[in-house]
């Protein structure tokens, strides 16, 4: 199936700092990524989508100019949490498509960041 | 999309099947109805998905009903490793954008 990759796995950063999270697929090209968070025991919130060579849409109540996302290439996307607040700290996890015009989402592994 | 009821939690013996409900009954004629599971701090992966007919794959079984208002995913022969969130999604195609509501907790017992 489709792998889906994000690295850091884990991160901690001072306050004030900025930390950027990549996400890949590593054996399928996707023009849109989406970015989630997830609070402990709640469920997955949609942040925004990512589209390749284009500007993210961001979901309602989501800061684009503190949730910086980039998409610069079918295999990459990354996401800059600016001036990070240990309000932050979260689970942040990226998904793409299929590829193929395959509707399923494949997940990465997620990056637990923690805010100090 | 459609909304999605699910039961808050679940319990099931290993080696049994297990069987997950969703309630769908607002669904419109050519939303799809996908499963995924998400086990404790890991991403969520992609069970199965289904329009009409019932489905099967490696991992589970999808019962669709006929008028489409409800489904059961079906792991039939469970074990540990399947102990997770299972969220029941309804999307048209092409759509993409998930909504996740609060899913089901899948606790498979020894």
């Known amino acids: 199936g489709a792998v889906v990759s994000q690295h850091p796995s884990w991160v901690i950063c001072k306050s004030g700092t900025s930390v950027k999270i990549e996400c890949r697929s590593l054996?399928?090209?996707?023009?849109?990524m989406f970015w989630y968070r997830q609070f402990p025991k709640q469920s997955l919130m949609l942040m925004a989508t990512?589209?390749?060579?284009?500007?993210?849409?961001?979901e309602q109540g989501v800061e684009k100019d503190k949730f910086l996302i980039n998409h610069a290439s079918l295999t990459l996307s990354t996401l800059t949490v600016t001036s990070a607040h240990p309000e932050d700290s979260s689970f942040y996890i990226c998904?793409?498509?299929?590829?193929?015009?395959?509707?399923?989402?494949?997940f990465g592994p997620g990056t637990r960041l923690t805010v100090t | 999309d459609a909304k999605t009821t699910q039961p808050t939690s679940m319990d099931c013996a290993e080696g049994r099947a297990a069987n997950l409900p969703c309630n769908h009954s607002?669904?419109?004629?050519?939303?799809?109805v996908y499963w995924y599971r998400q086990i404790h701090s890991q991403g969520p992966q992609y069970i199965i998905h289904?329009?009409?007919n019932n489905e099967t794959n490696e991992m589970a079984s999808l019962i669709i009903t006929e008028d489409r208002k409800s489904s059961t995913l079906i792991l039939p022969h469970a074990t540990l490793r399947d102990t997770a969130v299972y969220y029941c999604?309804?999307?048209?195609?092409?759509?993409?954008?998930?909504?996740f509501g609060q899913g089901t907790r899948l606790t498979i017992n020894p």
């Open positions: 998904s793409a498509g299929g590829g193929s015009g395959r509707d399923e989402q494949y």
């Open positions: 054996d399928f090209q996707a023009t849109t």
């Open positions: 990512s589209n390749e060579g284009s500007k993210a849409t961001y």
């Open positions: 607002t669904i419109s004629g050519n939303e799809y």
């Open positions: 289904g329009l009409k």
């Open positions: 999604i309804v999307i048209l195609p092409g759509a993409q954008k998930l909504v």
